[in-house]
């Protein structure tokens, strides 16, 4: 009888090792973290990591790509045989903040270090990928204007902007005194504000 504990399978250490990437990246930004340092923090060798990957920016290139491709389905899901735009909206809001909720450590680099990553070649679908998300938006705000459901002098690229500024930070809030908000709690204040706004009628 052997005490030896099995190794993970290939696929699941990958994901291991993904995962503590993810959160060093996040934690002392891309460029500040070393191999060596993703190494020590999963216990092997910075030899043993090059088995996995061929360099730190292939580990970076797996995040953000799945973090983007998640998006990415979830709006194309959420605007697919929809005809009326608030409803798709409301579908989008859903979706992207559940999967920026699963994505904290991808959304951190993005933001923190979005101009490297947006320089390099290899990084090019991330410009393609946040102008997809942005039309995504514009045609469905362009769409409740013309049917008459959103004002007509909305902006909605700006209106973009603000929702996406909105979006993009954490989706649970809790205060000094304790006070908690869910994800869902979060996600039905921000449409109740932009569908019914703060003004009563």
Same mark, same amino acid.
Do not use: C
């Given at each position: 009888?052997?005490?030896?504990? %099995?190794?993970?399978?290939?696929?699941?250490?990958?994901?291991?090792?993904?995962?503590?990437?993810?959160?060093?990246?996040?934690?002392?930004?891309?460029?500040?973290?070393?191999?060596?340092?993703?190494?020590?923090?999963?216990?092997?060798?910075?030899?043993?990591?090059?088995?996995?990957?061929?360099? %730190?920016?292939?580990?970076?290139?797996?995040?953000?790509?799945?973090?983007?491709?998640?998006?990415?389905?979830?709006?194309?899901?959420?605007?697919?045989?929809?005809?009326?735009?608030?409803?798709?909206?409301?579908?989008?809001?859903?979706?992207?903040?559940?999967?920026?909720?699963?994505?904290?450590?991808?959304?951190?680099?993005?933001?923190?270090? @979005?101009?490297?990553?947006?320089?390099?070649?290899?990084?090019?679908?991330?410009?393609?990928?946040? %102008?997809? =998300?942005?039309?995504? @938006? =514009?045609?469905?705000?362009?769409?409740? %204007?013309?049917?008459?459901?959103?004002?007509?002098?909305?902006?909605?690229?700006?209106?973009?902007?603000?929702?996406?500024?909105?979006?993009?930070?954490?989706?649970?809030?809790?205060?000094?005194?304790?006070?908690? @908000?869910?994800?869902?709690?979060?996600?039905?204040?921000?449409?109740?504000?932009?569908?019914?706004?703060?003004?009563?009628?």
């Amino acid at each position: 009888m052997t005490t030896t504990k %099995k190794a993970a399978p290939p696929s699941e250490r990958r994901a291991h090792l993904i995962r503590l990437a993810a959160d060093l990246f996040a934690e002392k930004g891309f460029r500040a973290t070393t191999v060596r340092e993703i190494a020590d923090a999963a216990g092997i060798l910075s030899g043993s990591l090059y088995h996995h990957f061929d360099s %730190k920016e292939s580990i970076g290139d797996e995040i953000l790509r799945g973090f983007l491709d998640d998006v990415l389905d979830g709006y194309r899901q959420a605007v697919a045989d929809v005809d009326d735009p608030r409803v798709a909206i409301e579908r989008m809001v859903r979706s992207s903040t559940a999967a920026l909720s699963r994505h904290r450590a991808a959304l951190t680099m993005l933001q923190n270090d @979005w101009a490297y990553f947006s320089a390099q070649e290899r990084f090019a679908y991330l410009r393609t990928a946040m %102008k997809e =998300i942005e039309q995504t @938006w =514009i045609d469905q705000l362009e769409r409740g %204007k013309q049917d008459g459901q959103f004002r007509a002098d909305l902006d909605a690229r700006l209106i973009y902007r603000l929702l996406r500024d909105i979006l993009w930070i954490p989706t649970s809030w809790k205060q000094a005194q304790g006070k908690s @908000w869910t994800t869902d709690e979060v996600v039905d204040g921000l449409l109740r504000l932009l569908f019914d706004g703060v003004v009563a009628r």
